[in-house]
C-alpha cells in the first residue's frame, strides 16, 4: 500500500529556525491559498548555480525524474552539474545530470557555421533573455540568431527551437567525451526514418566510482522531416551524427522529443511514446509546473520575508531533485552486479514487481549517498512525500536481491560504495515503521542483519567490521594513514545497529533485538573520559596521539568537537559519560 499525504505541512518562519514543523488540518482559507500559490515562482534556479554540482541546477526535470535536460555552460567536470552561473557560453544540452549519469548531448545551430567540437559549436547568450524555473528553460543563442527551450517529463525531454531568420539549420548529437562526472564512450547513432533516429552510448570513468560501464539508449523524434542526417567522431570510439533542414523558413519552429532508457532501445521508444505521445510542447511545460507546485506545495510556508520564502522553497527545491528514477514505465531496471556485492560491465535487464493495473509497485533509483540522510532528508521525504521514501527503501532492497548488498550510493544499476557504513539501514526501518514499505519485517531484518555482517555493505572498503565485532570499536589501520576514519565508524555504526534493534523488536525478533542493542552500547569504547571526547583508538586500545579535537583525524568528514555528539541514539547513556548534564552544559557551551 502506497501512502500519500493528503494535507500540507504548515511552517511559519517564526518557529522554523527552531525545527518545529507539523501537519495541520486544512481550513476553507488554507485550502484556497494551496490551491492558487504558485510555489515554482519562489524558486530561484541560480541560487547556488555556481557551486556547479548536479542536485544545485535542473530545470528540464520533474521531481526525481530521470532525464534532467538544460543548458550547459560547462560540459566536463563542475560536479556533474553542466549549469554554472559564472560561465556565458553554452555548449550543449545535456540529458542527463545525475549521480554519475551523463549525456545525450545536443547543440541546435543555424547556417552550418560551426566545427565538430564544443568550442567550434558552443555559442554565448544573455541572462536578460534567459527564463529558467523548475520544469522549464529558455535561452538565445547569439551564436547561431535562434531562440531554446526545454522542459520535460520524467524519462523524456522536449525541445522547442526558434528560427526569426530561417536558413540552414543543423541539429548536432554528441556521444563521445567528458560529460559531467563522467565520459562518453562507444556511442552510435542512426536515422530509422525521415524524422527518427536511435542509439546508445556508454557511460564510463565515473568520477565516484560506480560500474565500468553504463549504457544509456535513446530514441530522438522531430516533428518535421530533416533533409539530411550525417555521421562523425568524438574520437572516443563513438559514432556521432548530425541532422540538416536545409532551408526552414524565417520564424519556423522544429520541435524534439528524447527518450531515454538505461535497459534498451525498445524501452527508450516506450517511455517517450508512453509519457508524451503528442507535440504539444506547452502542455509538458504546464503539466510540469503543475507537478512542481504539488510537490513544492507539500510544505506550506507562512510569514517571514519574500527572500527568506525563496530561500527555502530553492532549497526544498533542491531536495526533490538531486535522486533520479531508473527504472522504464514498464518496470525494467539495469542490474550490473555479480550476486556477490560487486559491479561487472555486462547489463542484465531485471523486472520490478507489477501492480493489478501492470504498473511497478516503486521505482528504481540512480543516487548519491545516503550517509547521514537520517538527520535531514529522511525526515523531510517522511513527512511530505512518504510514498517517495517507501520508493527509496524498496529501492535498495531490491538492489540488494539482484545485486548481493544494499548500497550506500547506487549507481547505473551497481554499486558506488561512497562514503562509509550502511546508511540504507536507518532509511528502511524508518519506512518500515511509517508503513511504507510493503514487506515482511522478518524478510527486511535478514537482509539488514546480513549487510551489518563481514561481506555486507557495513563492511565495504572502510574499517575493519571483523575486529569490531570482536572488541568493540573500529582500530586505526595506522598512525601514518592520512584518513584515517576509524572513531567516526565505531559511532556510525552503532547507531546502524541499534536501527536494526528496533526492527527487531518490533517483529517481535527478541535475540536479535539483544544482539544489535548490545552492539549499538560500542559508542561507549570510544569515550575518553580523560579528555572527554570520542576520539581514534589504536588495535592494541590505546589512544591515538597527539590529539586535537579540531582535526579530521580519526572521523569521516568532520572532527572530535562533531563526532562526540554523535549517538542519537542514547542520549541519557551520553549525559551519563559525560558526567551528567552540568558537565553536559559546560561542554556544549565551550563548542561555541
Known amino acids: 500500500m502506497r501512502f500519500y499525504r493528503k494535507k500540507p505541512i504548515r511552517i511559519n518562519f517564526a518557529i522554523l529556525w527552531l525545527l518545529a514543523v507539523w501537519s495541520a488540518p486544512a481550513t476553507a482559507e488554507s485550502a484556497s491559498r494551496d490551491s492558487s500559490t504558485d510555489y515554482v515562482d519562489m524558486v530561484d534556479p541560480y541560487i547556488m548555480s555556481a557551486r556547479g554540482r548536479w542536485f544545485f541546477f535542473g530545470t528540464g526535470k520533474r521531481p526525481f525524474g530521470m532525464v534532467n535536460v538544460f543548458p550547459d555552460t560547462r560540459n566536463a567536470g563542475q560536479g556533474g552539474g553542466g549549469y554554472n552561473y559564472r560561465f556565458n557560453e553554452v555548449v550543449g544540452f545535456c540529458h542527463l545530470h545525475g549521480w554519475m549519469t551523463v549525456g545525450l548531448d545536443v547543440m541546435p545551430t543555424t547556417g552550418g557555421n560551426y566545427r565538430l567540437n564544443k568550442d567550434g559549436w558552443k555559442s554565448p547568450f544573455s541572462r536578460d533573455t534567459e527564463v529558467v524555473r523548475p520544469g522549464y528553460?529558455?535561452?538565445?543563442?547569439?551564436?547561431?540568431?535562434?531562440?531554446?527551450?526545454?522542459?520535460?517529463?520524467?524519462?523524456?525531454?522536449?525541445?522547442?527551437?526558434?528560427?526569426?531568420?530561417?536558413?540552414?539549420?543543423?541539429?548536432?548529437?554528441?556521444?563521445?567525451?567528458?560529460?559531467?562526472?563522467?565520459?562518453?564512450?562507444?556511442?552510435?547513432?542512426?536515422?530509422?526514418?525521415?524524422?527518427?533516429?536511435?542509439?546508445?552510448?556508454?557511460?564510463?570513468?565515473?568520477?565516484?566510482?560506480g560500474p565500468p560501464t553504463v549504457r544509456t539508449f535513446f530514441v530522438v523524434q522531430l516533428d518535421q522531416p530533416f533533409s539530411t542526417f550525417e555521421q562523425w567522431s568524438n574520437g572516443y570510439g563513438d559514432t556521432s551524427g548530425y541532422v540538416v533542414y536545409d532551408n526552414v523558413k524565417p520564424g519556423s519552429v522544429i520541435k524534439m522529443k528524447v527518450g531515454l532508457s538505461f535497459t534498451s532501445i525498445e524501452n527508450a521508444g516506450l517511455n517517450l511514446s508512453t509519457e508524451c505521445n503528442h507535440w504539444d510542447f506547452d502542455r509538458v511545460e504546464k503539466e510540469s509546473r503543475d507537478v512542481w507546485n504539488q510537490y513544492l506545495g507539500r510544505i506550506d510556508v507562512r510569514g517571514g520575508t519574500k527572500e527568506q520564502r525563496t530561500k527555502f522553497y530553492t532549497d526544498l527545491w533542491h531536495a526533490l531533485m538531486g535522486r533520479h528514477k531508473l527504472n522504464d514505465v514498464n518496470g525494467a531496471i539495469p542490474d550490473y552486479t555479480d550476486g556477490k556485492g560487486n559491479n561487472t560491465k555486462t547489463l542484465k535487464v531485471?523486472?520490478?514487481?507489477?501492480?493489478?493495473?501492470?504498473?511497478?509497485?516503486?521505482?528504481?533509483?540512480?543516487?548519491?549517498?545516503?550517509?547521514?540522510?537520517?538527520?535531514?532528508?529522511?525526515?523531510?521525504?517522511?513527512?511530505?512525500?512518504?510514498?517517495?521514501?517507501?520508493?527509496?527503501?524498496?529501492?535498495?532492497?531490491?538492489?540488494?536481491?539482484?545485486?548481493?548488498?544494499?548500497?550506500?550510493?547506487?549507481?547505473?544499476?551497481?554499486?558506488?560504495?561512497?562514503?562509509?557504513?550502511?546508511?540504507?539501514?536507518?532509511?528502511?526501518?524508518?519506512?518500515?515503521?511509517?508503513?511504507?514499505l510493503d514487506r515482511p519485517g522478518e524478510?527486511?531484518?535478514?537482509?539488514?542483519?546480513?549487510?551489518?555482517?563481514?561481506?555486507?555493505?557495513?563492511?565495504?572498503?572502510?574499517?575493519d567490521l571483523p575486529?569490531?565485532?570482536?572488541?568493540?570499536?573500529?582500530?586505526?589501520?595506522?598512525?601514518?594513514?592520512?584518513?584515517?576514519?576509524?572513531?567516526?565508524?565505531?559511532?556510525?555504526?552503532?547507531?546502524?545497529?541499534?536501527?536494526?534493534?528496533?526492527?527487531?523488536?518490533?517483529?517481535?525478533?527478541?535475540?536479535?533485538?539483544?544482539?544489535?542493542?548490545?552492539?549499538?552500547?560500542?559508542?561507549?569504547?570510544?569515550?575518553?573520559?580523560?579528555?572527554?571526547?570520542?576520539?581514534?583508538?589504536?588495535?592494541?586500545?590505546?589512544?591515538?596521539?597527539?590529539?586535537?579535537?579540531?582535526?579530521?583525524?580519526?572521523?569521516?568528514?568532520?572532527?572530535?568537537w562533531t563526532y562526540t555528539w554523535y549517538v542519537p541514539h542514547d542520549i541519557k547513556g551520553l549525559v551519563e559519560l559525560m558526567g551528567g548534564r552540568r558537565q553536559v552544559h559546560r561542554h556544549a557551551h565551550s563548542c561555541v
Not at 525541445?159 to 564512450?185: C, E, Q, V, W
Not at 536494526?500 to 573520559?529: C, H, I, P
Open 467 to 560: 575486529f569490531y565485532l570482536k572488541q568493540g570499536w573500529c582500530p586505526m589501520w595506522d598512525d601514518k594513514h592520512r584518513f584515517d576514519m576509524s572513531g567516526g565508524l565505531t559511532l556510525e555504526w552503532a547507531y546502524a545497529d541499534w536501527c536494526v534493534a528496533q526492527l527487531a523488536e518490533k517483529v517481535g525478533d527478541k535475540e536479535n533485538y539483544a544482539y544489535f542493542m548490545k552492539r549499538s552500547r560500542n559508542y561507549t569504547n570510544q569515550w575518553d573520559a580523560a579528555t572527554g571526547f570520542m576520539r581514534p583508538r589504536r588495535r592494541d586500545g590505546s589512544w591515538y596521539e597527539p590529539f586535537d579535537p579540531v582535526e579530521w583525524y580519526g572521523f569521516v568528514e568532520g572532527n572530535a
Open 137 to 209: 528553460h529558455k535561452v538565445y543563442l547569439d551564436k547561431y540568431s535562434m531562440q531554446a527551450e526545454v522542459t520535460s517529463t520524467e524519462r523524456v525531454g522536449f525541445h522547442r527551437y526558434t528560427y526569426p531568420k530561417g536558413g540552414r539549420a543543423d541539429i548536432i548529437f554528441s556521444l563521445g567525451g567528458p560529460s559531467g562526472s563522467a565520459t562518453m564512450n562507444n556511442g552510435h547513432i542512426s536515422a530509422t526514418g525521415e524524422n527518427e533516429l536511435v542509439g546508445y552510448y556508454d557511460r564510463i570513468k565515473g568520477t565516484w566510482g
Open 443 to 463: 524478510e527486511v531484518l535478514s537482509v539488514l542483519r546480513r549487510n551489518h555482517m563481514p561481506g555486507g555493505c557495513m563492511d565495504k572498503y572502510y574499517g
Open 350 to 436: 531485471r523486472q520490478l514487481p507489477l501492480d493489478a493495473e501492470g504498473k511497478p509497485k516503486y521505482n528504481y533509483y540512480n543516487a548519491d549517498s545516503f550517509w547521514l540522510t537520517q538527520f535531514n532528508l529522511n525526515l523531510l521525504w517522511g513527512m511530505g512525500w512518504p510514498h517517495v521514501l517507501g520508493d527509496f527503501a524498496n529501492s535498495f532492497l531490491e538492489l540488494d536481491k539482484w545485486g548481493g548488498n544494499l548500497p550506500r550510493g547506487p549507481n547505473g544499476g551497481g554499486y558506488s560504495y561512497i562514503m562509509t557504513g550502511c546508511p540504507a539501514t536507518p532509511l528502511i526501518v524508518f519506512a518500515y515503521n511509517l508503513g511504507v
